[in-house]
Nanobody
Framework: VQLQASGGGLVQAGGSLRLSCAASGRTVSNYAIGWFRQPPGKEREFVAV????????SYTDSVKGRFAISRDNDKNTVYLQMNSLKADDTAHYYC????????????????WGQGTLVTVSS
């Protein structure tokens, strides 16, 4: 499985971005997909996860009510809609796939995409 994250960029505080995670090589329709981020100088942290069929989602507290994760298995793509962005959301964002079910810890993820940089100016 190859994962390609895209959609990052520079946005002002309060603005919105939509990240995409496109899978290739094989279908990820039976994988949970998670988004993680790594702010400058900090450890990678969990952001959001969606189950294989989309019926279960989970978010870290700091993004609840602002971010929404969704997936389109026909397109083999997962999205992260990010609204009301804050300077603290600045980070490299990574998507990852796991067969283990929705998880918040990086170690259970089998496949990782490259990061896409989100920069929020205050």
């Amino acid at each position: 499985v190859q994962l390609q994250a895209s959609g990052g960029g520079l946005v002002q505080a309060g603005g919105s971005l939509r990240l995409s995670c496109a899978a290739s090589g094989r279908t990820v329709s039976n994988y949970a997909i998670g988004w993680f981020r790594q702010p400058p100088g900090k450890e990678r942290e969990f952001v959001a996860v969606i189950s294989w069929n989309g019926d279960m989602t989970s978010y870290t507290d700091s993004v609840k009510g602002r971010f929404a994760i969704s997936r389109d298995n026909d397109k083999n793509t997962v999205y992260l809609q990010m609204n009301s962005l804050k300077a603290d959301d600045t980070a490299h964002y990574y998507c990852a796939a796991t067969i283990a079910g929705p998880a918040t810890v990086p170690r259970v993820y089998n496949y990782w995409g490259q990061g896409t940089l989100v920069t929020v100016s205050s």
